[in-house]
Structure formats: C-alpha cells, structure tokens
C-alpha cells in the first residue's frame, strides 16, 4: 500500500480560502486516480472530487465552481483548491488512493 499524508487545513472565515495537499510515497502515481473526500461531524464520510492520471477532473455538485482538484505527478501530490468557503464546508479532509489507502485527514474549520 502507498503512504498518504494530507496538510493545509485550518480555521477559515466564510468565504475564506484554503489549499489541501497530500502527499502520497508509492510507485506509479501518474497512472492512479486520486481522490478527496470528506467528513463532517455525525456524517458519513463523502467523496468531495477526482482527478485521473492525465487530469481529468470531476465534483460532487455542492463544491463544483468553488474547490478545484489537481496534481503535480513529479511531485506525487494531489492539491484541492478550495475557495468560498462555507460553515457547511467544516469536516474532516481525506486522499484515497484507489489501493484502498486513506491518509490521516486534515481538520477544516470554517467559521466567523
């Protein structure tokens, strides 16, 4: 299994911006899909964005035209751009690789 290890959460104000990255150490990452999910307190964690190999990209509907998913495979890190935040953005933040790894998560915290 690959190692992942997602950083950049925090406290943001509505309609604040944060930045995720994960970091994953395993071999052929180019050729992965990667993806973020999410889980807010007393939910079910939720898929957030994919991204393939060559970037193709798709969101779950709450989060399309405010996060952005992307990769620098040189790098073997996933990024999710995440701007307009809300309150109802607070959860949790996981990578998943498709081996069935998740990383540790990142706290984001969105509140004034």
């Known amino acids: 299994q690959v190692q992942l290890v997602e950083s950049g959460g925090g406290l943001v104000q509505p309609g604040g911006s944060l930045r995720l990255s994960c970091a994953s150490a395993?071999?052929?990452?180019?050729?992965?899909?990667m993806y973020w999910y999410r889980q807010a307190p007393g939910k079910q964690r939720e898929w957030v964005a994919g991204?393939?190999?060559?970037?193709?990209?798709n969101y779950e509907d709450s989060v399309k035209g405010r996060f952005t998913i992307s990769r620098d495979n040189a790098k073997q890190t996933i990024y999710l751009q995440m701007n307009s935040l809300k309150p109802e953005d607070t959860a949790i933040y996981y990578c998943?690789?498709?081996?069935?790894?998740w990383g540790q998560g990142t706290q984001v915290t969105v509140s004034s």
């Open positions: 991204i393939t190999g060559t970037g193709s990209t």
């Open positions: 395993g071999s052929n990452f180019s050729i992965y899909t």
């Open positions: 998943h690789h498709p081996d069935g790894t």
